[in-house]
């Protein structure tokens, strides 16, 4: 059994300790769906995704880093508040762990869009970068189709909902991402990684009607151009 006090101190931390644990819960929730929709009714997507990105860097990394200063002043408030350091210290780290890891979660985040709206602007970097990655793209999956792979409609599907799947895959690893406990730099690169492959393959899984090959009746035949033009060459002489 760990004594943490008694009186009106024992109440602080009763208050702090549920306060925390519905903030915890309920706020990186509430914060993806504001920012999500906040990006969705934007009229410049890409200077919003940037935004976003840069508030989750900054907020999330700053509170990661006052959690790490707060927990080296536990042993300050404990002595103001008449309590045990040591089981203090054992309750602050209960809830600030976690969170401290969503915080981690989010820095990550803010990063990704960062990169993600960058990529998606109008610079003319961003352009380059996109065109180069269009070109691959494009001929990896000509390459594929002359193989023999043909996913019929539902590469159709996936060229026409591409922004969605693309969506969904972003929105399944930030799930992913919360649902890791304890989560580590090793988990983070996995889970950026896999997103990354698994988006890769969606795309080159469509079938973009441009980059259809012409089929045999469209190719012009040679000998009946050849007949064509030997009445013409006859009439000329």
């Given at each position: 059994?760990?004594?943490?006090?008694e009186g009106q101190g024992l109440e602080a931390v009763r208050l702090g300790y549920a306060l925390a644990v519905t903030v915890g819960t309920w706020l990186p929730i509430v914060t993806l769906a504001v920012a999500a929709g906040g990006i969705v009714l934007a009229r410049r997507r890409s200077?919003?995704?940037?935004g976003v990105g840069i508030g989750f860097a900054l907020g999330a990394g700053s509170l990661a880093v006052s959690f790490l200063v707060g927990r080296a002043a536990v042993g300050i408030v404990a002595?103001?508040?008449?309590?045990?350091?040591?089981?203090?210290?054992?309750?602050?780290?209960?809830?600030?762990?976690?969170?401290?890891e969503t915080a981690v979660v989010f820095t990550l985040i803010g990063v990704l869009l960062i990169v993600a709206g960058w990529l998606a602007g109008r610079s003319t970097s961003a352009v380059r970068v996109r065109g180069s990655i269009h070109g691959l793209d494009s001929a990896a999956r000509r390459g594929l189709q002359e193989r023999g792979l043909n996913t019929g409609g539902f590469g159709s599907w996936l060229a026409e909902r591409r922004r969605l799947v693309r969506g969904i895959v972003a929105v399944l690893a930030v799930i992913w991402l919360f649902l890791i406990r304890p989560i580590g730099l090793g988990d983070v690169f996995l889970v950026v990684v896999t997103a990354l492959v698994v988006a890769w393959i969606l795309e080159l899984l469509q079938r973009?009607?441009?980059?259809?090959?012409?089929?045999?009746?469209?190719?012009?035949?040679?000998?009946?151009?050849?007949?064509a033009d030997a009445p013409a060459a006859s009439s000329s002489r």
């Amino acid at each position: 059994m760990i004594i943490v006090g008694e009186g009106q101190g024992l109440e602080a931390v009763r208050l702090g300790y549920a306060l925390a644990v519905t903030v915890g819960t309920w706020l990186p929730i509430v914060t993806l769906a504001v920012a999500a929709g906040g990006i969705v009714l934007a009229r410049r997507r890409s200077t919003a995704i940037i935004g976003v990105g840069i508030g989750f860097a900054l907020g999330a990394g700053s509170l990661a880093v006052s959690f790490l200063v707060g927990r080296a002043a536990v042993g300050i408030v404990a002595e103001r508040l008449d309590l045990s350091p040591s089981a203090l210290e054992v309750i602050y780290g209960r809830f600030v762990d976690a969170m401290t890891e969503t915080a981690v979660v989010f820095t990550l985040i803010g990063v990704l869009l960062i990169v993600a709206g960058w990529l998606a602007g109008r610079s003319t970097s961003a352009v380059r970068v996109r065109g180069s990655i269009h070109g691959l793209d494009s001929a990896a999956r000509r390459g594929l189709q002359e193989r023999g792979l043909n996913t019929g409609g539902f590469g159709s599907w996936l060229a026409e909902r591409r922004r969605l799947v693309r969506g969904i895959v972003a929105v399944l690893a930030v799930i992913w991402l919360f649902l890791i406990r304890p989560i580590g730099l090793g988990d983070v690169f996995l889970v950026v990684v896999t997103a990354l492959v698994v988006a890769w393959i969606l795309e080159l899984l469509q079938r973009r009607p441009e980059e259809e090959p012409p089929a045999d009746g469209d190719a012009p035949d040679s000998s009946l151009a050849g007949v064509a033009d030997a009445p013409a060459a006859s009439s000329s002489r």
